[in-house]
């Protein structure tokens, strides 16, 4: 039963935030400033890529959450598989979120940023959706074999 919560559970906590942020720009730091909340438009994909063409980017995007759900929903019929039903419900949950954002407004809200990351992460902004994905993804490709 969880499974088929999960996705809606993380697309509709990721859009309640991201529409508290646009509403609340104001930044806060959290734990010593090693978390950080803002607000920030990503009009491409994961590190702006593609931000000159966002079409492409919203295409590709309606494209891999169709495949995800097409894949989750497949999914739900194997017994057990615990963890790929799960990695590919975060996924489906993420990918719906952010494709909801390029479609409506044309970017991405992104918000936590870690400023004291090791390297070039400490200038990456994120959404809930992009962990949910990075974790489904992990999740899926090594998922136990039943």
Do not use: W
Request: a positive charge; glycine letters at 10%.
């Amino acid at each position: 039963m969880i499974n088929l919560i999960l996705p809606a559970i993380i697309a509709g906590g990721d859009c309640s935030i991201k529409r508290h942020r646009e509403e609340n720009d104001e930044e806060y730091e959290y734990l010593n400033g090693k978390v950080k909340v803002v607000t920030y438009h990503n009009k491409g994909a994961f590190l702006n890529l593609g931000d000159k063409y966002p079409f492409v980017v919203l295409v590709l995007s309606m494209i891999f959450t169709f495949l995800i759900g097409i894949l989750f929903v497949f999914s739900l019929g194997f017994k057990g598989r615990g963890i790929l039903k799960a990695g590919l419900g975060l996924l489906l949950g993420g990918a719906f979120s952010n494709t909801y954002d390029r479609l409506k407004k044309g970017y991405v809200v992104d918000y936590l940023n870690f400023p004291h990351a090791p390297g070039k992460i400490r200038q990456i902004i994120f959404n809930i959706s992009d962990f949910a994905i990075i974790i489904g993804s992990l999740m899926s490709i090594f998922v136990e074999k039943q």
